[in-house]
């Protein structure tokens, strides 16, 4: 059954059920880097409806808190505070609005001859690599004043929850592995006796969301902005994934520069309100497959659910007291998937690591990335990702390739 002439008040229930699909991701990524996860539902609302008008409302994806911008956002955090940081991230949505203007002009081939999979496939591995630390920190207890061993146990329970659901579920709950791992690790830490429920019997059931103004400092903008060329690339394979579910070419129709233009401003938006940058969710493109409910009208729906919830004061306060080593248990396997993406995105793409240039490249991007390597130059510095991004890009142009080599 498709959902083209199905009742409002059904689409809006499926437009729930996606936001149910999207909800535990969505509110992990604020939960880890200190944001607030009402202002995060607020910004995943706003930003999908910006997406959907941006793409003429054709496509059914649901936009929310991006993954490959939790290390960047924590170390912006510490190192200059959020409105630094959010102001930087703000700046990196034009990384997307510059990508749709190339795209635009001179095609979709432009982005596969500077960034190829030998460049994009080790920074997003960098990602989540430079990730385990603070998962294993996390799910060990270091974060929280908690006892190891009573660490140790709620966040490996909470793992192999989530590990149990991801492989042997069936139907829609396939589909929220994070939610049912946070579900049996909150519920657990309830019956330890580990969660204080006060926050949550003070909070008002109506409150504003917590929005803040971004701060803009040429430093923290230029550490952030390279970040945004892994996400966006990878959207390009967000985009080719719901064409191959809908059974449509949205990168024609609407267009690749429309999906990224919107993915950019859903991003800008988002910072400029507080909230984590926003990219397409693809357990909710799978939520799509599984249901095959292909009106983008169900994912209006799922946005102003988003942007209700998240004047709920009640539910920020209930999130809020989600221990953050049940957190760790989950973002154990959420960052090596993430490191997983990249080494898809080689094997995918064939990429043979045998030849020196591609070997070069990746041996070089990783190195830098989990050895955090750092170059300074007067005032100004480069580390991380960014300096990641910026040695791939340069290295894939400066290489020359070999003669027969495609990658």
Known sequence: MTTENISTPKQAFIGLQMLFVAFGALVLVPLITGLDP????LT??????????????????FLASSFAF????????????IPVTMGALLCSGFIYMALSALVKAKGVEILHRYFPPIVIGPVIMVIGLGLAPVAVDMATGKSANIAYNTAIVVSMTTLVTTLIVAVFAKGLLKLVPILAGLTVGYLLSIFMGLIDFTKVIEAPWFSLPNVSAPEFQL??????????????????????????VAGKDFMKKPGLHRTLLGDGLATSAAAALGGPPNTTYSEVTGAVMLTKNFNPKIMTWAAVWAIGFSFCGKIGAFL????????????????????????NTLIKAKVDLSIPRNLCIASVVMTFGIGGM?????EFSLKGISLCALVAI??????????????
């Not at 995943?44 to 994806?61: D, E, H, Y």
């Not at 550490?223 to 996400?231: E, G, V």
């Not at 750092?374 to 007067?378: A, K, P, R, S």
């Not at 340069?394 to 990658?407: G, S």
């Open 44 to 61: 995943a609302g706003v930003g999908t409806l910006i997406f959907q008008v941006c793409t003429k409302r054709q496509i059914p994806v």
């Open 320 to 343: 809020s007291t989600i221990p953050t080593f049940v957190m760790g248990g989950i973002m154990m396997l959420l960052f090596g998937a993430v490191a997983v993406v990249g080494i």
């Open 70 to 81: 939790i290390a960047p956002i924590q170390f912006g955090v510490q190192q200059w505070g």
């Open 219 to 244: 430093d923290a903008i230029l550490y952030l902005l390279p970040i945004a060329l892994a996400p966006a690339v990878e959207h390009l394979g967000d985009v080719m994934a719901i064409s191959q």
């Open 394 to 407: 340069l290295l894939n142009i400066v290489l020359p390739k070999e003669k027969n080599a495609t990658h």
């Open 38 to 41: 009402n202002v995060a539902l």
């Open 374 to 378: 750092l170059i300074n130059i007067g």
